[in-house]
C-alpha cells in the first residue's frame, strides 16, 4: 500500500507512487552505439506545492555491473493538470530542454508522455522527439523512452526496471519494539 504524505498538495495525490528515491539498472542503446547496460539513480520528492521535482542520474555499467562512466542527467518538474492529465519540464546535461505532455492511464499508476517542445543548444546532439512510459509494478518503477532524431525515427534507446530505496530510519525505528532490542528477531 503506498502511503500519501499529509503534506502533499491535492493535486499531485494521482503521482504519489512516483514518490521516493529509486535505483536500478536497464538497457540503453544509442543511435550509432552498441547496446550497453546502465544503472540508474532517480529521485522524486516535493515540498507541497503543486509538482514533483525530478532528478535522474544514469551511467554506463560494464559485465560486473560496475560503474564505467556517467551518461544521461536529467532534472526537472512534473505537475497534474487536470483529469489525470501530466505535465513534466526535464533539462538534461547535454543541452536540452524538454516539455512533455501526457496522462495517467485511468485506474492504473501509469503514465505515458510525449516531448511537446523541444529546445536545444549549438552544440547538443540532434533530437526531434520523445516518448516514454512510467509504470509502478509489484511496488517496483519500470519505464521505457522512445527517442527520434532528424535520421532515425521515433524507437525505443533506454529502459529500466528501478526498486524504491528503503531509508533504514523508517523499519529501523520498528526494531525497538522487538524483544531484545530485536537481537531475537535474527536468531
Do not use: C
Not at 492529465?85 to 526535464?90: G, I, N, P, S
Request: glycine share 10%.
Amino acid at each position: 500500500m503506498i502511503e500519501i504524505p499529509s503534506d502533499l498538495h491535492p493535486d499531485l495525490v494521482p503521482l504519489v507512487f512516483l514518490l521516493g528515491d529509486w535505483t536500478g539498472a536497464g538497457v540503453a542503446e544509442f543511435t550509432g552505439e552498441e547496446s550497453m547496460n546502465f544503472g540508474q539513480e532517480v529521485t522524486f520528492s516535493h515540498d507541497g506545492r503543486d509538482f514533483l521535482e525530478f532528478s535522474s542520474h544514469t551511467w554506463q555499467l560494464d559485465d560486473k555491473g560496475e560503474k564505467v562512466r556517467p551518461l544521461e542527467s536529467e532534472h526537472g518538474f512534473w505537475r497534474v493538470t487536470g483529469e489525470r492529465k501530466v505535465e513534466a519540464v526535464l533539462i538534461r546535461q547535454d543541452g536540452v530542454a524538454e516539455v512533455w505532455y501526457g496522462e495517467l492511464a485511468e485506474g492504473k499508476p501509469r503514465i505515458e508522455l510525449v516531448t511537446d517542445a523541444i529546445a536545444r543548444t549549438p552544440s547538443a546532439d540532434a533530437y526531434t522527439g520523445g516518448k516514454r512510459l512510467y509504470g509502478y509494478v509489484n511496488s517496483d518503477l519500470m519505464w521505457v523512452g522512445e527517442k527520434a532524431t532528424p535520421e532515425v525515427p521515433l524507437r525505443p534507446y533506454m529502459s529500466a526496471h528501478l526498486k524504491k530505496v528503503v531509508d533504514p530510519s523508517t523499519w529501523a525505528k520498528d526494531l525497538k519494539d522487538l524483544p531484545d532490542d530485536g537481537i531475537a528477531f535474527f536468531r
